[in-house]
Structure formats: C-alpha cells, structure tokens
C-alpha cells in the first residue's frame, strides 16, 4: 500500500493548521506556527496563481491521506458525477471506509482507520472490508469485528472520542463498537477548511 511515511508535524507547519486531527500538532503549531527550515519564519514570498491552487488540493489530499494517483482518480470520478465537481469530490472522499471508521472514533487517525481496516478489523453490514477505499452507502453498518474488540488501540480511541457523533451523518454506538452511515452529508457540512474552487480549476487547466 502506497503511503506517506515522512514527518507530518512538516506537513501541518506548511499550511498552518492541523489538518491530522491530532492534539500533538495543535501543540507544535502553538509553539512555530510558520513553515520548517532554516528560512521558514522570515518567509515572505508572494505565492503564485498556480501555488495558490496547488496547496489547496495538496490540502486535501494529504487531509485525506492519499496519494496523487488516488486523489485524481477520485476527482475524474467526480466530474463525470453530474452536478458540482468539488462537492462530488469531498463527498467520495467523505465516504471512504477509512475515513468513516475515524469519524466514528474507532480509530483516532485516518492512518490507523487504515491499518485497522487493512488487517481485517472492521466489518460492513456484517461483513469483514479490509479495502480502505470501499465507499460506504446510506444505511451501512460499520463496526469492530468481534475478534478485535478487546484491542486497547480501538478501545482508547472510543473511550477519548464524543459519547454520540458530532457529524450529523453518523450515528455512533460505543457500547457496542459500531456505527451506522445514515446520508451522505453536503459539502458545506464536511469540516475541511480548503477552496473546491480552487481544486475544480488546478485540474481544469
């Protein structure tokens, strides 16, 4: 499986804000909010149109923890979808099994909920899924293989996550390790801060 392995703490630095979800890069962020290297604080330099539009989708990408094959993929996907091109592509990546296992709290990472479902600990609809990009429908069941539900990683990830999901798309069941996909939500109610706009055109171009 194609990954990033490289420090991610570089990765936050360079767009200013933690896009991992982790608390550990809200305190590195609080500490040097600015880009690493040896020039990073004293960087002025005016970012071009095309820059411009390159961070916003390495934004996303990267928020998402994909690879650039994969996130074009996704986006040629969308624009055949009908309708708006960049709500299409944050709802595909929104349905990502993956995705859905750390929204639910069962992973406290994109990158663990890819390792969990990697190695078989997640099932659908009864139903064990290790292909992280298996994209969940309305009405999915997702939960912890019963096998795997006494996994101290899972377990802490349930015990500091919300007691019911904060996203009103999700309906979380902790006492039993599971969740359900209930809609697939609108863009605008999907927590990312980038430009779709700015993704549309980079690839239009």
Same mark, same amino acid.
Request: net charge positive; hydrophobic share 35%; proline share 4%.
């Given at each position: 499986?194609?990954?990033?392995?490289?420090?991610?703490? =570089?990765?936050? &630095? &360079?767009?200013?804000? /933690?896009?991992? %979800?982790?608390?550990?890069? #809200?305190?590195i962020l609080g500490?040097?909010?600015?880009?690493?290297?040896?020039?990073?604080?004293? @960087?002025?330099?005016?970012?071009?149109?095309?820059?411009?539009?390159?961070?916003?989708?390495?934004?996303?990408?990267?928020?998402?923890?994909?690879?650039?094959?994969?996130? =074009?993929?996704?986006?040629?996907?969308?624009?055949?979808?009908?309708?708006?091109?960049?709500?299409? $592509?944050?709802?595909?990546? *929104?349905?990502?099994?993956?995705?859905?296992?750390?929204?639910?709290?069962?992973?406290?990472?994109? @990158?663990?909920?890819?390792?969990?479902? /990697?190695? %078989?600990?997640?099932?659908?609809?009864?139903?064990?899924?290790?292909?992280?990009?298996?994209?969940?429908?309305?009405?999915?069941?997702?939960?912890? &293989?019963?096998?795997?539900?006494?996994?101290? @990683?899972?377990?802490?990830?349930?015990?500091?996550?919300?007691?019911?999901?904060?996203?009103?798309?999700?309906?979380? #069941?902790k006492e039993n @390790?599971? %969740?359900?996909? #209930?809609?697939?939500?609108?863009?605008? *109610?999907?927590?990312?801060?980038?430009? $779709?706009?700015?993704?549309?055109?980079?690839?239009? =171009?």
């Open positions: 499986m194609a990954r990033y392995t490289g420090p991610k703490a =570089k990765i936050c &630095r &360079r767009f200013g804000e /933690n896009i991992f %979800g982790t608390a550990k890069y #809200d305190r500490k040097r909010k600015y880009p690493s290297g040896q020039h990073g604080r004293m @960087m002025r330099r005016k970012i071009s149109d095309y820059g411009l539009h390159l961070k916003e989708k390495q934004k996303l990408r990267l928020t998402y923890c994909l690879m650039e094959k994969q996130f =074009k993929n996704y986006f040629v996907k969308a624009a055949k979808a009908g309708g708006v091109t960049g709500d299409n $592509l944050l709802q595909l990546l *929104e349905r990502r099994l993956d995705n859905v296992v750390y929204r639910l709290g069962l992973a406290n990472t994109r @990158m663990q909920a890819r390792q969990f479902v /990697n190695h %078989g600990h997640i099932m659908v609809n009864s139903k064990k899924v290790d292909i992280p990009s298996f994209l969940c429908k309305e009405g999915d069941i997702i939960e912890v &293989r019963p096998k795997s539900r006494s996994m101290k @990683m899972i377990i802490d990830s349930l015990d500091s996550s919300e007691s019911t999901s904060p996203y009103s798309w999700l309906t979380i #069941d @390790m599971r %969740g359900s996909f #209930d809609s697939i939500p609108a863009a605008s *109610e999907i927590p990312v801060t980038v430009d $779709l706009r700015l993704i549309v055109e980079f690839y239009s =171009k």
